[in-house]
């Protein structure tokens, strides 16, 4: 439900018949007839009940509409046809909706992480990378993590002789397994 408005704002019939509610739907340049008019006759009435000899019937719109935005309406409206109203997605130039673009639409963008690059490298395997953006981003999944969301557990780590207290830094860095990698890896 709360995705409605977003759906509205990208999204544009292509008026053909007119079976298409004039009220709901984005017939003014900015916003719909129900963002600026309040619940009367007109929010039941369908373009084609509006539609003389092809075209729409400009008097019974100003009565209902007032001049300035008659002209709005048929400017966005365009030419009527026999074929069934087709609702356009914005967002693609095709019109057609897929999630993929939806989801662009409603994403929320944080700002560039710089070593993003590095670390979705394409020779890195996937779960080594997932790993790597998790430890960035503090959510590894290590005892003193699970402490501090409030379960009080007993930490201790897998990763050395005599077991330590396992967070982020141990498991990566100072515990013994890494410890030893790290010497090995800058031998
Ligand atoms: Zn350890």
């Given at each position: 439900m709360k995705c409605i408005p977003v759906l509205l704002n990208n999204s544009n019939w292509k008026v053909r018949e007119g079976n298409v509610r004039l009220w709901y739907y984005n017939f003014l340049s900015s916003r719909p007839l129900f963002a600026e008019f309040l619940e009367g006759e007109h929010s039941q009435i369908r373009l084609k009940d509006l539609v003389i000899d092809n075209v729409l019937d400009d008097e019974e719109l100003q009565r209902l509409l007032g001049l300035e935005k008659t002209d709005e309406v048929i400017g966005r409206v365009g030419k009527f046809g026999n074929s069934e109203d087709v609702l356009l997605w914005l967002p693609k130039k095709d019109g057609c909706f897929n999630t993929k673009s939806a989801?662009?639409?409603i994403r929320v963008r944080l700002p560039k992480f710089g070593r993003a690059k590095w670390i979705w490298?394409?020779?890195l395997p996937?779960?080594?990378v997932v790993c790597m953006w998790k430890a960035v981003f503090n959510c590894l999944n290590v005892d003193e993590k699970v402490r501090s969301v409030g379960v009080p557990i007993i930490s201790a780590c897998n990763c050395c002789s005599s077991r330590g207290i396992e967070?982020?830094?141990?498991i990566l860095n100072n515990g013994?397994?890494?410890s030893n990698l790290w010497r090995k890896v800058f031998a």
């Open positions: 989801w662009y639409v490298h394409k020779c996937k779960k080594i967070d982020l830094d141990h013994d397994f890494a």
